[in-house]
Nanobody, 127 residues
């Protein structure tokens, strides 16, 4: 089973950018769909994006569409989440997750199909 580790979180001012990384070990990511999720204190987990294993299609949640972009570097076995135009409401712990041979669409963003999860990285957007 694939193991995942997120990095790249931190403190950023509103309007700024961050890039999160999700690096896999134990297996190559190219056969996995990779999702990004976030959870703010006192709130339910929210699906940010899901990138399909077959064709790399990425489905984005409405709250991040147009601001966040997912990319993949197979040589590094890493998926990135580029976050631009950050807002205070983007503050949360961000997690990446993976599921083998999976096609993403809206229902993927509830996360229940994902079996492998990273430990999370904190993103704080504040002035």
């Amino acid at each position: 089973q694939v193991q995942l580790a997120e990095s790249g979180g931190g403190l950023v001012q509103p309007g700024g950018s961050l890039r999160l990384s999700c690096t896999a070990s134990g297996s190559t990511l190219d056969s996995y769909a990779v999702g990004w999720f976030r959870q703010a204190p006192g709130k339910e987990r929210e699906g940010v994006s899901c990138t399909s294993s077959s064709d790399g299609y990425t489905y984005y949640g409405d709250s991040v569409k147009g601001r966040f972009t997912v990319s993949r570097d197979n040589a590094k076995n890493t998926v990135y989440l580029q976050m631009n135009s950050l807002k205070p409401e983007d503050t949360a712990v961000y997690y990446c997750a993976a599921v083998w041979h999976y096609y993403c669409s809206a229902w993927a963003l509830d996360g229940r199909d994902f079996g492998s999860w990273g430990q999370g990285t904190q993103v704080t957007v504040s002035s």
